[in-house]
Structures are given as C-alpha cells and as structure tokens.
C-alpha cells in the first residue's frame, strides 16, 4: 500500500477523534442536576423573582420554579436565618409591619408576621411600586388567580396591588393565609422579597 494512503488513513482517524472528543469535553455536565436545578425549559413561562439567600458554607442558592421558593443549600448546610434583616422591620401604630421600597430593593426582604397581620409597603423613591405575589408576571401564588383575573379589585384575597404608585405612595394587604409568600415588583421584577405567615 501507497504510505500516502496510511498519511490520508491516519488524518482522518485524528479528524474524527478530535470532533469526537471536542463535541464529548464541551457539553455541560448535567450529571448533578435534580429538581432545585429546574431549566426554564421545564417551566415555561414562570419567572421567579432574581433573589437569593446564602447558605451556611458560603454558597447562595436561588428561587426555582414552579413554586418560586428557594432552591435546597448543599447537603449539610442550611439557608442562613434572616434575623439580622427580620429586626430592620418596623411596626406602626396601627400594628402594621412596614416594608420600604427604595427603587431597587425592598427593606426588609423578608419579615415574619402572624396570620392576620397587616403588611404595609411605602415607596419611598420616585420609582413606581406595584407589589405583587409571585410567580411574575401572573402573581398566582398567594390567591391562585392570576393578575387578569383578580385585578383591578382582589377583594383582599388577591396579595397583588394591581395598580403601580409613585413616591410615598402606600400598598397594604392582611395575610390570612399561612406559609411564606414571596413577592416582587410587577415594575421591576429583580426587586422581591418575602413574607413568613405563621
């Protein structure tokens, strides 16, 4: 045989080795994903708010869809108490826990109240605030009825403020409902928080 033949046999075994090991070293590792990793794919058409809290071993963990709660820390660490945050909270007068919106963040993000506690969120910027139930852009968690069909009057059984407010403006809803319900800004989605009921 020709050893121009065996040149042209072992380029090609190199060309096709290559693309073999190229399209095998450059695809994601998918080996490690379970149900906290859900892809958009699996949930189309839920957006969770862009939050996320950190763990005990320094790792943060965001929220994951459908339910838009956080997603598990590794094993063998825990989701870090907000406490430090929880006491930023103030109470009014009229016993109502008070959240401010700064145009970018809510303050506290997270607050723990009992059943029938009343929540009040004032804009303190001149960006609008429209609170309301996660899943964005639908807000169906707290009511299970999504922003078309609650809105404009949720009847206080809807958490969604179904109108946005400018500066100083005031947003207040009681939770009747136990559990922990995260919220955003309609306007501004990356803007969240949550509310502990117990």
């Known amino acids: 045989m020709n050893p121009r033949y065996y040149t042209i046999i072992i380029a090609i075994v190199i060309l096709v080795g290559g693309i073999f090991a190229f399209n095998h070293w450059s695809k994601p590792d998918t080996s490690n994903n379970d149900d906290t990793s859900m892809s958009e794919e699996n949930n189309e058409g839920i957006a969770c708010a862009q939050d996320v809290r950190e763990c005990s071993d320094g790792s943060f963990v965001s929220r994951v869809a459908p339910s838009c709660t956080f997603a598990n820390c590794p094993e063998g660490t825990t989701l870090l108490p907000t406490d430090e945050i929880d006491s930023e909270s103030t109470t009014t007068e009229d016993d109502a826990t008070e959240i401010i919106y700064d145009g970018n963040n809510f303050s506290p993000d997270s607050v723990t109240i009992g059943q029938g506690d009343t929540v009040r969120f004032v ?14 852009p639908t807000h169906t968690i707290y009511g299970g009825t999504s922003l078309r069909e609650h809105c404009p009057s949720t009847g206080n059984t809807a958490f969604d403020q179904c109108e946005s407010v400018g500066e100083d403006g005031v947003y207040e809803f009681t939770f009747d409902k136990t ?3 995260g919220y955003h800004n309609h306007v501004s989605a990356s803007a969240s928080g949550e509310i502990i009921v117990q």
Request: aromatic share 12%.
């Open 123 to 136: 804009n303190k910027s001149n960006r609008p605030m429209w609170v309301g139930s996660d899943l964005h």
């Open 179 to 181: 559990g922990k319900w």
